[in-house]
């Protein structure tokens, strides 16, 4: 059932967990649930996580280190190829939106249950998403044409909080599939809603 790495037995057991907290959410799901879940004993899986707390940082952070590694390939590969401001900055927003919304449970983790972090990891947390913030917001120095009248951090927050809710509120078989309505979000972000 799994694998000799550690690693790959921990990323079972993470994304076992996060369809019990997405279900019957975090504060009612218990490491006993997870456990028979995931095939093993409760005093199995201490050892691969001490807390329910720790399991759910563990999705949360795995997911936004490997998001933070993609969004900083991505700026090489855009920087590499000499791509101008906007079509580097559009590559960048739709990297970002579709590695958050194809990442399984964690970005709905995030949305619903990442408060429930305490201690240390609402600290680690914190800085993560600091990281992604910040990555984002240098993305957007780039581009010399955005309106001064904008502050560059309340439109970090909008492509962030548009590409958390889009795959949250999109419907598999609606309208738009996901790749729609991320082109349609960021049409958005560079042109407005209004006709001028």
């Known amino acids: 059932m799994f694998s000799p790495s550690l690693q790959k037995k921990k990323n079972y057991i993470a ?4 369809k019990e907290f997405l279900s019957k959410g975090y504060k009612t799901a218990s490491l006993q649930d997870i456990s028979k879940k995931v095939g093993m004993s409760k005093a199995g899986l201490y050892h691969y996580f001490n807390t329910k707390e720790q399991i759910l940082y ?7 280190h490997n998001f933070l590694g993609a969004l900083r ?12 401001p906007e079509d580097a900055l559009k590559k960048y927003l739709t990297k970002y939106a579709n590695n958050l919304n194809k990442s399984g449970e964690a970005p709905l983790l995030i949305l619903r249950e990442r408060h429930q972090l305490t201690g240390k990891y609402k600290k680690e947390l914190h800085k ?14 780039k581009f010399p044409y955005i309106d001064k009248k904008y502050d560059l951090n309340v439109i970090s927050f909008l492509i962030i909080s548009m590409s958390h809710w889009i795959g949250y509120w999109l419907k598999p078989k609606g309208k738009l599939d996901l790749g729609s309505g991320i082109k349609e979000n960021i049409d958005i972000i560079f042109h407005g809603i209004v006709k001028r």
């Not at 994304?15 to 996060?18: D, R, S, Y």
């Not at 993560?128 to 120095?141: A, R, S, T, V, Y």
């Open 128 to 141: 993560l998403e600091q990281d992604i913030f910040h990555g984002i917001k240098n993305e957007l120095k």
């Open 58 to 64: 563990y999705i949360i952070a795995s997911m936004g």
């Open 73 to 84: 390939n991505c700026v090489k590969e855009c920087e590499a190829k000499g791509l101008e």
């Open 15 to 18: 994304k076992i967990a996060a």
